[in-house]
């Protein structure tokens, strides 16, 4: 069995080792992972900073907000662990500037799931992870599972790097769109990524079925495929994509990280694909529903038996995604080649799977 990974201890075996303080970078949900963590491996923490533009005298778990100037000032040598996420250019580049003046991670916390993605939870799935990374179907997305593994586990910035594709290469070489798409978006967002596949489809579709379960984002979807000229060819769901009907809790984060929840929220509508297709043809699916995939892809097993589309499925959401989802599509249709591709995001998000027939 070949061994996947480079890195020989994962991020919070070493943050137990260190003597550096170590200091948090950013506030909100993602510092309040990453402060769970700590405490539950009795790892100190020192200080929390933000951007310059955010410190303004205020405080985070108790904690001071500084500036990065401030912990230099009053620290000297630390280790920093990023708490947010970020894709454009000009604030990754500024990341990659922090990180070659201090010790720097940024560590995988699940955004669902319990799972801590350490090196004891890659020991005890290796042989899964090596079943999916033999199975893929290009240098490129062993590549990228190499190096996505090996950040999960270590939390370094440039495996990321390093396995970073631009969208166009997925679309151009795997995806390779057409004209005559029916297209499925399981979390539509406000639209985005219907837009995106206009782009490689000279602005034409067949048809477009679409979920999204947040009022707001939905009516501003609504909005959106008005404004595209698709509305006479478009089904816009205000529900979320699940493995059967009915009403489920949906938590409202105001963003993409709006999810399915099972302790609050809105009760909100939930379906399944295959329920709302009731057999008609599929050719491409993208799929985005913030740790709910395990149940969606079970919601679309018939139409993925009869009409094997193209899929794209987000894979970052939980721990397990990177090998749970690949296997679970393959007991569906074993004839599928797959492949990962890594987009521009810190963290390990924008990780994503696809399934071609």
Known sequence: MTDLLIEQEDLWTHLQQTEKPIVIYGMGDGALKIMRVLDQYQIPLKGIFASDGFVRGHSFEGFPVKRLADME???????????????????????????????????????????????????????????????????????????????????????????????????????????????????????????????????????????????????????????????????????????????MLFSNKAGRQSALS?????????????????????????????????????GCRKTIETWTPRMLISAYHRSEDLYALPLQILQIRPDYRIYFRHYRYIPAWDTNLYCIP
């Open 262 to 298: 099972s302790t609050q929220g809105i009760e909100t509508p939930v379906n399944s694909l295959d329920n709302v297709m009731e057999g008609r043809r599929v050719s491409f699916i993208n799929m985005d529903v913030e740790g709910a995939e395990k149940e969606a892809i079970e």
């Open 73 to 247: 000032e009053e620290l000297g040598d630390f280790i920093i662990l990023m708490a947010f996420a970020i894709h454009d250019e000009e604030t990754t580049a500024m990341i990659h500037r922090i990180a070659q003046k201090h010790e720097f991670y940024a560590p995988d916390v699940p955004v669902a799931g319990e799972n801590l993605f350490t090196m004891d939870f890659y020991r005890e799935h290796q042989k899964e992870f090596e079943k999916v990374y033999q199975l893929l179907a290009d240098e490129q997305s062993r590549i990228v599972y190499r190096d996505i593994l090996n950040f999960k586990v270590s939390g370094k910035l440039p495996y990321l790097t390093h396995c970073e594709t631009a969208v166009e290469e997925a679309y151009a070489n795997i995806i390779c769109p057409n004209e005559e798409e029916d297209y499925v978006d399981l979390g539509a967002y406000k639209g985005d990524t219907i837009q995106e596949l206009l782009r490689f489809t000279n602005g034409k579709v067949q048809s477009v079925t679409a979920f999204e379960p947040d009022r707001k984002n939905y009516k501003k979807l609504c909005l959106n495929v008005e404004a595209m000229g698709l509305s006479q060819k478009a089904n816009l769901l205000n529900a979320a994509a699940y493995k059967e009907s009915g009403t």
